[in-house]
């Protein structure tokens, strides 16, 4: 199979002629954004690329794909040079003239893959997106999202034979009236730590302490692949600062005993909003924070702020325009509208946000914002609301935190600087743990969803 699909690229190359009409689409750019989840090669055209694909059937794992109307450009050739050695999908790529107006690439992949293939109109700073989205059949065993999985089963069966050997007071604790909906009853913390009788109360200071049960803290680095989010006046840009942030404050926030980080992403590529939460969800995070650094309507915009989601109206005007923002990330990224899974069933869900993850969200988000204003200046001095569609799992407190505004030219060098973003992250850290030192009936009965 290899022999022959090499025979073909190879004699087609030198005995057929490129007959390139005028009108024929024009290569602008190729771009390949390698990941654990899957692996996204994205052809840019200034008009819609015709385009048909196959997987080889038997031999070694390889994807076919044959464009119409396209010539052997440089910027096609450039594809094999942009394919990165340790790239988890795709061990190496061939593109050659196939027939005279049909241009043949030729994944090698690593596994056996389940492609999506789809093209995207243009919008924001793109044209024409032909994208080919390589996801692994079976998922990496090495993967930290089944990792943690595992572990919090280990946990809950831990927790099950606990609580079955223990009085009926604890018993009644976990149950399933002791969920978010009654966590969120339990009135703002007007006295600072409620007593409580078993099982030994968490630390006030959780960092020299242990978490009384396994935690898990969804960190959510906003952007990547193809979406850049904000870029700064001297091309800082949003996706690789808040990736490094939020790595920054896994390691931090890992220092602490019995507490664990699932990255919603951990690289350079475009995870849509929905997905975000579904990962948060299937691990069972008992707090989702997104991390940002957008540019905003004034230049001179400064300060740090935290959003939560709203049951209705934004709180602000700048709180709406800032959710549309984020909003768009997907439409920007490249979301393959045609393969979401469940989408009705999911947006359903999403859409039953609940007043009592509102609540827990501003209680988060304060203890966030007050551990910030501490730090460096706050955008507004309370937390904002506005329609976020990643703070919308309804059973995980959620906040969103714009750490600055990399449009202004003192806040994007700030981004840049390790120590302002140590600062940073010990600011978010010693909020979360204060939010979660103070709220021991946090434990969700809701299990991991699938
Ligand atoms: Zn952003």
Same mark, same amino acid.
């Given at each position: ?5 090499l025979?073909?690229l190879?004699s ?6 490129l ?8 290569l602008?750019a ?9 692996t996204r090669?994205t052809l840019e055209s200034?008009k %819609? ?5 196959f997987?080889t059937?038997d031999g070694p ?20 040079a942009k394919t990165?050695?340790?790239d988890?999908n795709?061990?190496g ?6 027939l ?11 596994q056996?893959?389940a492609p ?5 109109k243009p919008v924001a700073?793109?044209q024409?997106?032909?994208v ?6 079976? $998922?990496?065993?090495?993967d930290p999202l089944?990792?943690?999985i ?7 069966a831990?927790?099950s034979?606990?609580?079955s050997?223990?009085p009926p007071?604890s018993?009644a604790e976990?149950s $399933?009236?002791a969920?978010v @909906?009654?966590a969120a009853a ?6 600072p730590e ?7 109360p968490l ?8 978490m009384?049960?396994?935690v898990?803290?969804a ?9 850049p989010g904000?870029i ?17 404050l896994?390691?931090r926030?890992?220092e ?5 980080v699932?990255?919603?992403r ?5 995870v849509?909003?929905?997905?975000r +939460?579904?990962?948060?969800r299937?691990?069972?995070a ?5 991390i940002?650094a957008?540019?905003?309507m004034r230049?001179q915009a400064?300060? @740090?702020?935290?959003?939560v989601?709203s ?8 709180a ?6 984020e909003?768009? @990330?997907?439409?920007?990224g490249g979301?393959?509208v ?6 009705v069933v999911?947006?359903t869900l ?7 993850q509102?609540?827990?969200?501003l ?5 966030v914002?007050?551990q ?8 507004k $001095?309370r937390?904002?609301?506005?329609g976020f569609? +990643?703070?919308?799992a309804p059973?995980?407190p959620?906040i969103l935190v714009?750490?600055a505004?990399?449009?202004? %030219?003192e806040?994007?060098a700030k981004l840049?600087?390790?120590?302002y ?11 979360l743990?204060?939010y979660l030192?103070?709220? $021991? ?7 991991p969803?699938?």
């Open positions: 199979m290899k022999r022959r699909l025979i073909a190879g087609a190359t030198w005995t057929l002629p007959l390139a009409k005028p009108d024929d689409p024009r602008v190729v771009r390949v954004w390698p990941a654990r989840d899957y090669v200034d %819609p690329l015709q385009a048909r694909h997987l059937p794992n390889r994807l076919v794909l044959d464009i119409e109307g396209l010539d052997l450009s440089p910027q096609l050739k450039e594809l094999v990165q050695p340790d988890p795709i061990a790529v061939r593109v050659g003239q196939y005279p107006r049909v241009v043949r690439i030729v994944f090698d992949l690593r056996p893959i999506q293939v789809f093209t995207l700073a793109y024409h997106r032909l080919l989205d390589l996801y692994p059949k079976q $998922p990496a065993a090495d089944l990792a943690l595992e572990e919090r089963e280990r946990e809950d831990r927790q034979a606990r609580e050997s223990s007071t018993k976990s $399933p009236s969920n @909906a009654s339990i009135s703002p913390a007007t006295q409620p007593p409580k009788p078993t099982p030994a630390p006030r200071l959780p960092r020299h302490g242990r009384e049960r396994l898990v803290v960190l959510d680095a906003g952007h990547g692949g193809e979406d904000a700064g006046p001297t091309g800082l840009r949003e996706k690789d600062v808040v990736l490094a942030v939020a790595r920054m896994r390691e926030l890992e602490v005993p019995g507490l664990r699932l990255m919603t951990d690289g350079d590529y475009f849509p909003l929905q997905e +939460v579904r990962k948060a299937k691990v069972g008992d707090l989702f924070v997104s940002h957008d540019a905003f230049p400064r300060g @740090a702020s935290v959003f989601l049951d209705g109206a934004a709180t602000s005007a700048a709406r325009w800032m959710a549309q923002r909003n768009a @990330a997907d439409a920007v979301l393959n045609g393969a979401v899974k469940d989408r999911l947006q999403l859409d039953m946000s609940t007043t009592a509102i609540e827990d969200s209680k988060l988000g304060a203890d914002l007050g910030l204003g501490k730090v460096g200046r706050l955008h $001095p937390v904002e609301q506005a569609a +990643v703070l919308k059973d995980i959620s714009e750490t505004f990399i449009s202004n %030219p806040e994007e840049r600087d390790s120590a973003r140590r600062r940073l992250v010990d600011a978010m850290a010693r909020g743990l204060r030192a103070r709220r $021991p009936a946090l434990r969700r009965d809701v299990k969803s699938t």
